[in-house]
């Protein structure tokens, strides 16, 4: 059985960061692509960052430059440090994994097979 479970969430006022995290378990981690995604209120859920398993990464043209996707394949984690928040980062984020994923794909969320319960990260003053 699959789990995901992501932490890190929280409050944070605008042009401050948080450090999410992802850790799998019930999959050979090494084998899948890892992604976030996020969903604010009243909007579609929308692609954030993705790191493949040969740690090749792809960014969002929103976050671009201020989020960064990484991966612990010894402890299978995956993390997502976002620096320079803005109100309009604030959504629930979620922690997606596939094995099937090509890169034409790979902003797509019905290529994912595995998803966590999500971490809400809200940006305020």
């Known amino acids: 059985q699959v789990q995901m479970v992501e932490s890190g969430g929280g409050l944070a006022q605008p042009g401050t960061s948080l450090r999410l995290s992802c850790t799998a378990s019930?999959?050979?981690?090494?084998?899948?692509?890892m992604a976030w995604f996020r969903q604010a209120p009243g909007r579609e859920r929308e692609f954030v960052s993705a790191?493949?398993?040969?740690?090749?990464?792809y960014y969002a043209d929103s976050v671009k430059g201020r989020f960064t996707i990484s991966r612990d394949n010894s402890k299978n984690t995956v993390f997502l440090q976002m620096n320079g928040l803005n109100v309009e980062d604030t959504a629930v984020y979620s922690c997606a994994a596939s094995s099937r994923i090509i890169t034409s794909t790979i902003r797509n969320d019905q290529f994912y097979d595995y998803w966590g319960q999500g971490t809400q990260v809200t940006v305020s003053a």
């Open positions: 019930g999959l050979t981690f090494r084998s899948y692509t």
């Open positions: 790191i493949r398993s040969g740690h090749i990464s």
